[in-house]
């Protein structure tokens, strides 16, 4: 079933409406959500907007095909686009269009996606070609078709997920990792290694082939994504109010800030957010949890 949000800026003149549906219990623990968002731009026209660190993720476009980069990686004009875990922000341009979105944790990459997370970490490419994802790209034509209604879209995709799915050998392990990386109170690799149940070489083998980064990487990014999303969800907060416990002090937070958004704090605030905005909005109220990141392993 689908939830639905609207949101509205006269300024900017456009309209997002986001639906989040429930992927079946035999999935759980693979997928942050299924999605389905709808942008209206009046007058033809485009907006800008960054997507946070996340999860890999595969989406599919119908109307106005936007761009996007991350880093050196570009694409643009694609129906499918495709993105391994990041650590640096997706800055995409789009227009009127709809959009699905699938979002793979750890434990759905393992199963679904056919390359190791870390050789993927940080990319966006064109998901028609590339080999890690092919096997689900068939999606495109149903999901990319304007007519089809989100019920058809909805069970395409579930019936693509079944046929996709491979379990691993590493799937409690990587169960149990996602589990320790979601404790606020996690600040170390040698603590990240003891409540995983493994050494410290094992745990980083697990987490670069599922999770895209090394354990210390990690344990960074969770922090940063902790303190960004309690600003977007209070933006009349000051930094130093939204800024995780584990910080030692503001200008290490810049610093960390600058290395995941490739900006300053003061200039990611005075920046429109015309679409995260919404769907963080809307993912926090609908589905409980405001970012991928942030999602719980089951």
Not at 35 to 40: D, G, I, M, T
Not at 114 to 136: I, T, Y
Not at 164 to 188: C, F, G, N, W
């Amino acid at each position: 079933m689908a939830r639905e949000n609207a949101n509205r800026d006269a300024q900017l003149s456009y309209k997002v409406r986001s639906g989040f549906f429930v992927p079946p219990d035999r999935f759980a623990g693979c997928f942050t959500t299924f999605y389905r968002a709808v942008l209206e731009v009046e007058d033809g026209g485009l907006v800008t907007d960054y997507f946070q660190p996340e999860w890999g993720t595969i989406r599919f476009f119908s109307g106005h095909l936007p761009s996007g980069s991350i880093g050196r990686f570009e694409v643009s004009d694609v129906r499918c686009a495709v993105t391994g875990p990041s650590s640096r922000p997706l800055k995409f341009l789009a227009g009127t269009s709809r959009t699905w979105g699938i979002g793979f944790l750890p434990l759905g990459w393992a199963r679904f996606v056919r390359a190791e997370a870390a050789d993927l970490a940080n990319m966006v490419a064109d998901g028609e070609q590339h080999p890690a994802f092919a096997h689900l790209t068939g999606l495109c034509e149903v999901l990319c078709d304007p007519s089809a209604s989100d019920e058809e879209q909805f069970s395409a995709i579930v019936e693509t997920m079944d046929a996709a799915m491979e379990p691993t050998r590493d799937d409690e392990k990587i169960r149990q990792v996602h589990h320790v990386l979601m404790d606020e109170d996690l600040s170390s690799v040698t603590d990240f290694a003891e409540r995983s149940g493994m050494s410290a070489r094992t745990l980083e083998r697990v987490t670069r082939r599922y999770f895209g980064f090394t354990p210390k990487l990690l344990i960074r990014r969770q922090r940063f994504m902790r303190s960004l999303v309690r600003f977007m969800l209070h933006p009349d907060k000051k930094w130093t109010d939204a800024m995780d416990g584990l910080y030692h002090d503001q200008a290490q937070f810049s610093r960390e800030f600058r290395q995941f958004m490739t900006m300053s704090p003061s200039e990611y605030a005075r920046i429109d957010h015309p679409i995260l905005d919404s769907l963080v909005e809307a993912r926090t109220r609908i589905w409980g949890s405001p970012a991928q990141t942030l999602d719980k392993p089951d």
